[in-house]
């Protein structure tokens, strides 16, 4: 099952919860938070009631404005793994990184649904490729990067015996604030690259949780039994099927979608997003993932994306990344 911007399945706690508590600790006012969001002070005391995708969107852009200070983002990352909900406590209480990971991907649209994300294992290293799960302005983006990143390694803080190493490579050119993503995430942290991931060395997976509780595990699951399950969102479903099919065009994936090419250009752009764009971003990735990780050659990738004619695939790959194929492997 997947669901559309305004499909009301999220809780108030998690996310919301923690961007109300930490802008009432700088003395903003709640109702000049809330205001254009849909969300309303009677609504955060109800566990009831649920919200939307895009209600907790509108919620982070009025934060990210009122807060007006360049941390903002990584001290609400940090407040997340303060969650107490049942699907956060089923990662706290994994018995090690692997299980952690798997967690994160089967609650991911409960603890982070703003993002997707898909995992490669090659050599020593985790590659988690990260992309936006709903259509995002690009400030607004990078905002939420800095949110969930943060919240990710402070997860990983929490879950390792010593302290663990993580890259972050974002797609995005060098911030001025530098220092707070140094400060926040770490030393090992790089702008300007073709796609946004985070890399982890294998060996972490297997090491031991120093928190780890199966009895405290048993219970989150137990809790989450009867609940039902979003998947993911239209977008990320839209782009997983992109992926797979990389000669896809828009009637046939709006067919797959039982939908007619203008119902599904309608839906795409509720989402804020546009069907070219899409599958740019997916051909991008899986040529980035057959390059790299596979050591394909140009042929063989362009061949994989029904690009009969090679300078066409460079031509089109520097205008994804802004480098040549032969420039990415040399990196």
Known sequence: MFVSQDDKYLSAQGLITSAVELAQSRNINLHKLLRGTGIFEQDLLNFQHTFSVSQQVRLLAQFKLLMKSTDSGFLLGS????????????????????????????LRMQLAPLLFSQTYIKNDNVYIYIQPAHGFDESLYHYVLEIYSTAFYSLLKRVSESYPHCQFDFAFKRPRHIQEYEQNLGLKVSFDKPCTRWVLNKTMLRAKNPHASQLRFMQAQSQLHNKSVVSMTFIEAVCRYLYSHPSANLECTAKHFAMSSATFKRRLKLNGVRFSALIDEQNKHKAIYLLTLCAKHNEQVAEHLAFYDIPNFRRAFKRWTGLTPNQLKAQ
């Open 79 to 106: 407040q997340l793994i303060n969650d107490t909900r049942a699907e956060a406590q089923a990662l706290k209480y994994s018995d090690n990184l692997a299980q952690v990971l798997k967690q994160l991907s089967l």
